[in-house]
């Protein structure tokens, strides 16, 4: 599919030109205005020239005067003209990204439905070398993106990738870093969009969201939810001292008790003594009874004072 060449009339307004491809530039191109330091009147001029290095097949030189205009008086309709000069180059992923930036800057572009054709065309051209383009947004624009470990610089940024498993970073100074594995598909293009936030606010997860050129933007709120700001403090008055006291007093009891059934039992066999034991049979029977007895004693002893302590540190630790 051949596009033709838009011919910016203004710096404010931008029309296709007229005729197939970008062999009749505007009149006002053919012959360069003086020089002017009024930057919009500079823009314009340096965009005649790309115009005419366009229409002379030296697309370098065309693409490095359009880059030029635009710094000058930043315009949308600058990108499909460079995407139209690496497509003559035969650079498809340069051509793919500019496209898409044309379409991202001008959503509401007349010839929206061509150039989306070209940038599905251009699509099936990477299917074919087996490899599709990611185009990653970020959130602040200055974050640092890596995929696969590979600098692509900042937002936003794109690189061509096979099928498969791939890993997405990005990072900046004073905001929470964020890593993502996903599966790259080559049937389309793929994009992604990536919001820090700041180490200050509450840790939440960024969320990524990834939309083919296909299907719109949606927006994702990564607002914390109510239970993980809940949990996000460590709750205050814990009384965890009086819980350890209380425990080691029921266990106390519980100890007490038990032993306090044993003694009960081995006194109740001595009472009950059997004529044929021998007296060191008796003898240890008494002494087993003797140690539980002491155990009770000292289980109960143990409860009470756990029991007191934990009264007492119920108090002062309510005061924290």
């Known amino acids: 599919m051949t596009l033709p060449l838009i011919v910016l009339l203004s710096l404010t307004a931008a029309a296709p030109a007229k005729g197939k491809g970008a062999k009749d530039p505007a009149p006002a191109a053919k012959k360069e205005e003086p020089a002017s330091n009024d930057p919009a009147a500079k823009a314009k001029q340096i965009f005649g020239r790309a115009q005419t290095l366009y229409s002379q097949a030296r697309y370098q030189e065309a693409i490095a005067s359009f880059e030029e205009a635009y710094l000058l008086k930043p315009h949308p ?173 029921l266990v106390g009891v519980g100890s007490g008790v038990t032993f306090g059934v044993l003694t009960m039992g081995k006194s109740n066999e001595i009472q009950t003594l059997d004529p044929m034991r021998t007296r060191m049979q008796a003898d240890a029977l008494q002494s087993t009874a003797s140690t539980y007895a002491l155990v009770t004693n000292i289980s109960w002893v143990v409860a009470g004072v756990a029991a007191a302590a934990a009264v007492v540190l119920f108090i002062l630790e309510g005061r924290g």
């Open 77 to 249: 309709v600058i990108f499909f003209n460079i995407g139209k000069c690496w497509e003559q180059l035969g650079e498809t992923a340069k051509a793919l990204r500019a496209y898409r930036d044309y379409l991202r800057l001008l959503p509401d572009a007349a010839d929206k439905d061509t150039v989306n054709d070209a940038i599905a065309n251009l699509e099936r051209r990477l299917k074919e070398r087996g490899v599709q383009q990611l185009m990653v947004f970020a959130d602040p624009p200055d974050a640092k993106i890596e995929v696969d470990g590979k600098g692509l610089g900042t937002s936003p940024a794109s690189v061509e990738l096979s099928a498969g498993n791939h890993k997405l970073a990005v990072t900046r100074d004073g905001y929470e870093s964020v890593e993502r594995s996903f599966v790259m598909q080559t049937t389309r293009s793929t994009e992604m969009t990536i919001t820090l936030r700041p180490v200050s606010a509450a840790k939440t997860e960024p969320v990524a969201s990834n939309n083919t050129t296909s299907a719109p933007k949606e927006a994702v709120s990564t607002a914390p939810s109510a239970s993980t700001s809940a949990t996000a403090q460590p709750k205050k008055g814990g009384r965890v001292f009086t819980w350890v006291a209380a425990g080691l007093a």
